[in-house]
């Protein structure tokens, strides 16, 4: 298991900017050890599935034990790196993957023993029988659900809540670990047959894509949160709002959405009141998570769940859409403010919505 290079002493207790003398790498561990507070080092990394192998034969010159051996070192190897994240030594990710995926042992044709000792405990498989395993359908799609267990507590760990304010240091060090994820992987499986890269990549690049999105998202919180907590701002808005003809959004929508005029008319009257009572970010967060819980209910337990949160997206989108239209007609003063609010709302309606159907479906957002 790879083991990321511990803080050093005296560190922890100086912070992040009392020693200008301090190495970079000091400095390094310092602000990760401030950035810490941020993210969530209490998680615990839920346990991974067994491979299901069916009644498939296993290939020629892999056994059992090498698939058990393989369980336990990929167990290890994510572990390894969960550790790295939580201690925010994203370099060291590219190098734990190498090491992984390119074993320094000699190729064999026996079977690999399971790891018995203390001794045994840094025993890898040899690159050729990892390769033999990735083959194999049941243990790629093992592999795939472990990587989608893993990345999912990767995305708690970094962000384990999207609206918190972060300071932009480790937003951007996120960012930057997003951008790397892909082409680490590509360059530390080089070797492997293009089937099991691109399955690996998939899973990676959804995860990469994840972080950007809740990373944006959290930008988004944070500069949207400034437009309501300015009482001048929220009063133009208020008075811009009341000039939009939602007779006529209504009117237009309905005919693309269906929607039941009731629902509309009451969500137009709950978004104009928390506006005009100046709600906080985290009123309107509950506001958004409790207009979809209203529209949802209806649906839930029923397989047609994730087709309604779909649809439910949509023409939330749609009708919103429609407003900074008319808002746009009209050349509100207060345009830029709704266009902010717009993209945040939206951006956290599906962020919602994600997560109620991943949990209706009991799979990872």
């Known amino acids: 298991r790879y083991r990321p290079a511990q803080k050093m002493d005296g560190v922890a207790e100086s912070g992040a900017n009392s020693n200008p003398h301090a190495t970079p790498e000091q400095s390094v561990a310092a602000q990760s050890q401030h950035h810490q507070q941020f993210i969530d080092v209490t998680h615990v990394f839920p346990e991974f599935p067994a491979p299901d192998l069916g009644n498939v034969l296993i290939q020629e010159g892999v056994t059992m034990n090498d698939v ?9 190897h994510c572990e390894a790196t969960l550790d790295v994240v939580m201690n925010l030594q994203f370099h060291y990710i590219e190098k734990l993957w190498q090491s992984f995926w390119n074993p320094k042992t000699p190729s064999s044709d026996g079977p690999a023993a399971l790891p018995s000792s203390e001794e045994e405990h840094e025993r890898t498989l040899p690159k ?9 359908k049941p243990i790629l799609k093992w592999m795939r659900s472990c990587d989608h267990i893993l990345y999912q507590a990767l995305v708690e760990i970094l962000i384990p809540d999207v609206l918190r304010p972060v300071p932009s240091t480790l937003t951007q060090a996120i960012r930057n670990f997003a951008k790397s994820l892909e082409g680490w992987l590509m360059n530390a499986m080089s070797e492997f047959p293009p089937q099991v890269v691109q399955t690996k990549v998939g899973v990676v690049s959804a995860f990469a894509q994840t972080l950007r999105r809740y990373t944006s998202l959290n930008h988004l919180a944070q500069a949207a949160r400034a437009v309501l907590q300015n009482t001048s701002q929220i009063n133009q808005m208020l008075s811009d709002l009341n000039r939009v003809d939602f007779a006529n959004v209504q009117e237009q929508a309905s005919w693309v959405c269906q929607c039941e005029e009731g629902m509309v008319q009451k969500l ?3 978004f104009k009141l928390t506006l005009q009572q100046q709600s906080s970010l985290d009123q309107w967060a509950s506001w958004l998570d409790n207009v979809v819980t209203q529209v949802l209910k209806h649906h839930e337990g029923s397989p047609s769940f994730p087709k309604a949160a779909r649809q439910f997206l949509l023409k939330w989108s749609f009708y919103s859409s429609m407003v900074i239209r008319d808002l746009t007609l009209r050349s509100a ?3 830029g403010s709704f266009h902010l609010i717009r993209l945040l709302y939206d951006e956290y309606m599906f962020y919602l919505v994600e997560h109620r159907v991943a949990q209706a479906t009991g799979e990872t957002p």
């Open 333 to 335: 003063a207060s345009f």
């Open 128 to 136: 050729d029988k990892l390769i033999a395993l990735c083959k194999y």
């Open 68 to 76: 058990k051996t393989l369980q336990l070192l990929y167990r290890r």
């Open 268 to 270: 137009e009257q709950d």
